[in-house]
């Protein structure tokens, strides 16, 4: 009956994906787009793309593209209110798409691009996605049913990772009725819902994670030479799908294997085929995708994202053992918090589904509110538990050595790979976390592969660390995370029809408002002006932007103390040019920062047009009508951009008017080489103002930021050569008013000499703190 009854929970949870496969409107699920490209690329090229076949883009096949347009992927990613078509997942809406749509039958490539995607992560999910997505464009010609059917591949892989995650249960000892309690609990939990809804390597990761797992636990049962070419197969599929996972699923393994290799191999032939067949698969396919993807030479595909640089950590260790030490103890403090309690990871694990827009709201907020304070309690409970258990047993062991027994304490400390495993990837996040000061964005979907285990510490390793009835208590727990994923699953589906589905209410509003209803009280946030593109870029604040550009000024109109946000913010450029504005907008990162729910609707958006605006600098600001009033606030910092002409150079009459603008007296001068291309200039206004709000430099045609110190009146910048013509480069230093968008000349100035060997980029030992970006500040 156990059986039966784990099977029903698989398919019903299979089922529940599937509708989410179709409810969940195309590409609104975080980097679907650019995985979902990188696949059909590969299908369209019938072959394995490499590095060296173009240059990395975001989006690069003309059916991404054509989806991303056809289903108004612009208008509603990221807009909470911003609902899908009328006619969305009707039958005649799919039919017009597909009417429309470049035939998927003759395999349209990208011409000199590759999806960037490629330098990031091996080949395997896309692989796998990419024969499944030719078979169903052969069978239907259709781009919709390619689209949706690849979502259905990652629902079936989710459904084989349920049935191994039963299976490794029963080897674990987990009683049977527990262990379909605790299938049913991850096959419901929104999380596992979501993501298997959409196109995402984490599907087949979570899968393979999942039967590497339990054949090895069935190795532990049943020693037979099959069950190890199953593994190295599973395994070497996982290398080539995400490294992070392989590494962290691959270590406890091979010692498992390792410590009881007499019984599995009784003597040195079977043990070399034994570990030839366990390692043979993962070489090859590594070989593979080294030879035919990074043949270009870069790094041997790591799928660890490349963003993760250690620059942070190493500026901190420049400050000494003791500012290292503190700077690690703090990190780590505060990775437990997001893992466990609160941050990105935390809510994006139990609470927020989409574009992270989306939060799912058990009840009301009030009872979501308490419902994720238990929840952080208990995972806090959990982990002292679990860590209080591992140390007793580690001094046992380590006991048990001392006394001449060492093979047998390694044989128990490797016996439960399921928990080594488990450990070994928490380990490899915190220590990603901490070096890298978590500059990749720890999410709740990075830990969905080791779901399974995550679940496991709750209803099985906790309780038998407590020892006293642990099977009655696990069980309970079972059937409480059961019970909790149930009602989950029920309001994250209905949070889920809310945000995409219903009339279309929100609209953006026009708003000049006058300077006497303007509240000097400041409150929000108005954040950098990026590319309106900016989802599709590296997200990064620029300082000058070609004339015709779509730029983007966004923020929080957060009001501190009030129980609603603002229905209404105004957005104007250079003080006299109001832009459309829609506000209420949902950014989880105030709701996990205010704990509030009704905080986190305080996001707003703003396009601003660029085609009319002159040459030079621009100003935004922001201000939120203050509810039940009728005054504004303003919502600070007031942000600058410049405009320039064509490849980011003023025109000559731009030049010859700022070259005559009233001068003031400071200094300016060339300090040299910080990095690579990149030189320093540094300088200080003579007599420093309040007055003055910005610095900014101009090196031949071209403006750079400053950084500008107001206590002393110092200011840096950092001038990259590329774009700079060769020779001579005049570096003039101006300043700007607060109260004013003109700009004063400081009077002395400087030259760079540029050289063609400036421009080979190499890496100096360490960056010196002023040669920091500038628009670094800007970001905060």
């Keep these: 009956m156990a059986r039966i009854a784990a099977l029903t929970v698989i398919l019903l949870s299979g089922a529940l994906s599937t509708i989410w496969v179709f409810r969940v409107p195309i590409f609104q699920a975080p980097d679907e787009p650019a995985h979902f490209d990188y696949a059909i690329s590969l299908a369209s090229a019938g072959r394995l793309i490499g590095l060296g076949d173009g240059k990395p883009a975001w989006i690069v096949s003309p059916y991404t593209k054509y989806l991303m347009r056809a289903s108004d992927f612009d208008r509603i990613v990221w807009r909470t209110s911003m609902h899908v078509a009328p006619d969305y997942g009707t ?48 069978l239907t010609g259709s781009l919709t049913a390619v689209f949706f059917s690849a979502r259905i591949l990652c629902v079936l892989l989710t459904t084989i990772g349920l049935y191994f995650n039963y299976r490794t249960a029963i080897n674990l000892g987990v009683p049977r009725w527990t262990s379909v309690a605790l299938t049913g609990a991850i096959g419901f939990f929104p999380l596992t819902s979501f993501v298997a809804s959409y196109v995402q390597p984490d599907n087949l990761s979570y899968a393979l994670v999942s039967a590497a797992l339990f054949f090895t636990t069935e190795l532990g049962r049943r020693a037979r030479l099959s069950i190890v070419t199953v593994l190295g197969l599973v395994l ?198 901490v070096l890298s000061h978590n500059v990749f964005g720890a999410e709740g979907r990075h830990w969905y592969p080791y779901i399974f285990p995550t679940m496991l510490c709750f209803v099985w390793y906790a309780p038998r660390a407590l020892r006293k009835r642990h099977l009655r208590m696990s069980a309970a727990l079972a059937c409480v995370l059961l019970a909790y994923s149930l009602v989950a699953a029920g309001y994250a589906l209905a949070d889920l029809n809310a945000r995409y589905y219903g009339p279309q209410t929100a609209r953006y509003v026009t708003t000049l408002p006058e300077p006497s209803r303007v509240s000097a009280d400041p409150d929000g946030i108005l954040w950098p002006i990026l590319s309106a593109d900016y989802h599709v870029s590296d997200g990064s604040p620029q300082f000058a932007y070609v004339r015709g550009s779509r730029l983007l000024a966004d923020g929080s109109a957060l009001m501190l103390g009030l129980k609603t946000v603002p229905s209404t913010v105004a957005v104007v450029v250079d003080s006299r040019m109001p832009m459309p504005v829609l506000a209420n907008q949902y950014l989880y990162p105030i709701a996990e920062a ?159 000499a540029i050289n063609e060997s400036d421009r080979e980029a190499h890496v100096l030992p360490q960056r010196p703190a002023e040669c920091d970006d500038p628009l670094a500040e800007m970001a905060q």
């Design 91 to 138: 039958r005649a809406y799919f039919a017009r798409a597909d009417a429309a749509a470049p035939n998927v039958r003759s395999y349209e490539s990208p011409k000199g691009r590759i999806s960037y995607i490629t330098a990031l992560y091996p080949f395997g999910f896309y692989g796998l996605e990419a024969i499944w997505m030719r078979t169903v464009a052969a």
């Design 236 to 433: 070497g599929l996982l290398a080539v799908t995400k490294v992070q996972f392989f590494l962290s699923a691959a270590l406890p393994i091979a010692l498992f294997v390792l410590v009881r290799l007499k019984r599995l191999a009784t003597n040195l032939r079977q043990r070399v085929l034994l570990f030839s067949l366990l390692l043979a698969p993962s070489v090859i396919l590594r070989v593979v995708q080294h030879s035919m993807v990074d043949r270009a030479g870069a790094a041997l595909g790591a799928a660890a994202p490349t963003t993760v640089n250690l620059e942070y950590f190493r500026n901190v260790m420049t400050g000494g053992f003791a500012a290292t030490l503190g700077y690690a103890a703090s990190e780590t403090l505060r990775a437990l918090t997001d893992f466990l309690i609160t941050g990105g990871s935390a809510a994006t694990f139990w609470q927020t589904i989409g574009w992270v827009d989306t939060p799912i709201v058990i009840v009301n907020p009030g009872v979501e509110f308490w419902l994720r304070a238990a929840i952080g309690l208990i995972g806090l409970a959990v982990l002292v538990t679990i860590c209080v258990r591992l140390a007793r047993n580690g001094v046992a062991l380590l006991a048990l050595s001392w006394r001449g027994y060492a093979r047998s304490a390694m044989r128990i400390a490797t016996a439960d790979p399921v928990l080594n495993s488990y450990l070994c990837f928490a380990a490899l996040m915190l220590v990603l976390y």
């Design 594 to 752: 205010t704990h509030s729910l009704a905080s986190g609707y305080s996001g707003f958006y703003a396009p601003i047009d660029t085609t009319n605006l002159s040459e030079g600098a621009h100003s935004v600001r922001a201000y939120a009508l203050i509810p039940n009033q009728q005054r504004y606030a303003i919502v600070p910092p007031t942000r600058l951009f410049f405009i320039t002409g064509d490849a980011g150079r003023f025109s000559h009459a731009t030049l010859r008017q700022l070259l005559t603008a009233r001068s003031v007296p400071g200094s300016l001068r060339n300090d040299g080489k910080c990095r690579g291309d990149v030189a320093l200039v540094a300088g200080r206004l003579a007599r420093p103002s309040p007055r003055v709000s910005a610095i900014w430099i101009l090196a031949q045609d071209r403006p750079f930021p400053a950084r500008y110190r107001r206590s002393d009146g110092s200011f840096t910048a950092t001038i990259p050569s590329s774009g700079l013509s060769g020779g001579v480069a005049r570096i003039t230093a101006f300043a700007m008013l607060s109260d004013s968008l003109n700009s004063l000349r400081i009077a002395q100035s400087a030259v760079l």
